[in-house]
């Protein structure tokens, strides 16, 4: 069956169901977990602990199929942990390839934040390039391929961040934030239960076949030079010493149209672009010193950005 835009929104609402059986919070932040699934990109979800970061990342696994893993990441983990390693057989003297826990179809990478950057390093390669290498050998790794990576944004001894080169290779970072008075006080009379079965929506061959339907929506030609121009905005704005990469500009486009997907639409409109311009570029940029001294973050220079950046086409306002 081929899939089309018109199968998308039933299957967010089952995915949205079965998600808000563990999780209480804003529907946006899971269309973002699906808008990453099929653009396809990786994602950081950041919070503080508590608010049910690796909850939310375990029950969206569930939902995919596939295989899964999770990686806690602690500061000895090594890379090898994550890769895999050659060892020695004892019984024939052979060197057998154990292959770690990346070779899965959704890898969840928590708190990866609390290892060093040549262990983080290992993972984000592996996103780069959908492959590992091994002492010297090439491994494929399965398709889809997902990371779902957490971490906790507050400055702790034992915490290493992200190098920004490598922040870059996730398509999106979802920050998780309290939950509202009434979402909390709901919450707790709904999950103070052991956490329920999370129902299994999708599969491998569907992911694929959803990011095949998303990669071919039409994208106009305004759309595009929108796009570019936030893109090229973020550059020059006063207060940012790294603007957006091309590669940005690229996973933009490709969130768009995912969101435009599971809209139920067959083209891109220029609230798709708005709704996720700051959950691709924000954590994309570096401020400036002095900026960052006042709290001002890559996300506001993202609002800066969309505030002076119009869209010039069909629907303009
Ligand atoms: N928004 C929420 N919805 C449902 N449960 C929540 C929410 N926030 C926190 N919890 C509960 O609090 C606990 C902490 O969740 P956890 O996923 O370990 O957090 P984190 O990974 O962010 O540190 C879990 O028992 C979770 O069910
Ligand atoms: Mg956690």
Redesign the pocket.
């Known amino acids: 069956m081929t899939v089309t835009p018109a199968h998308a929104p039933a299957l967010r609402k089952r995915i949205h169901d079965a998600l808000s059986r563990?999780?209480?919070?804003p529907a946006e932040t899971l269309d973002l977990l699906l808008t990453a699934l099929v653009a396809p990109g990786h994602v950081l979800l950041e919070?503080?602990?508590?608010?049910?970061?690796?909850?939310?990342a375990?029950a969206f696994t569930s939902t995919l199929g596939g295989d899964f893993r999770r990686i806690q990441f602690t500061p000895d983990l090594l890379p090898a942990d994550i890769t895999g390693a050659y060892i020695l057989n004892q019984r024939d003297q052979a060197f057998v390839l154990r292959r770690g826990p990346v070779f899965a179809h959704v890898v969840l990478g928590?708190e990866i934040n609390r290892a060093p950057a040549k262990t983080q390093s290992a993972l984000l390669e592996a996103m780069q390039e959908q492959q590992v290498t091994i002492e010297g050998d090439t491994l494929p790794l399965p398709d889809p391929f997902l990371v779902l990576a957490?971490q906790?944004p507050l400055e702790q001894e034992g915490v290493y961040p992200l190098p920004e080169a490598q922040v870059d290779r996730f398509l999106l970072k979802i920050e998780?934030g309290y939950?509202t008075t009434p979402?909390?006080r709901r919450?707790l009379e709904?999950?103070d239960q052991p956490?329920p079965h999370v129902p299994q929506v999708l599969d491998p061959a569907g992911i694929l076949a959803l990011r095949a339907a998303s990669a071919s929506l039409h994208v106009s030609g305004e759309i595009k030079d929108y796009i570019v121009a936030m893109v090229s905005a973020t550059r020059t704005h006063p207060r940012v010493r790294l603007g957006a990469s091309p590669r940005a500009a690229l996973g933009l486009m490709r969130a768009a149209k995912a969101m435009a997907f599971w809209s139920g639409r067959d083209f891109v409109l220029p609230d798709d672009v708005r709704a996720l311009a700051g959950a691709v570029l924000g954590h994309r940029l570096i401020v400036t010193p002095e900026a960052e001294l006042d709290g001002f973050s890559g996300r506001d220079a993202v609002d800066d950005t969309l505030r002076g950046v119009p869209f010039r086409g069909p629907g303009s306002r």
């Open positions: 563990v999780w209480i919070g919070g503080v602990p508590g608010v049910a970061k690796t909850t939310l375990r928590d957490t906790n998780i939950p979402d909390e919450m709904t999950y956490v």
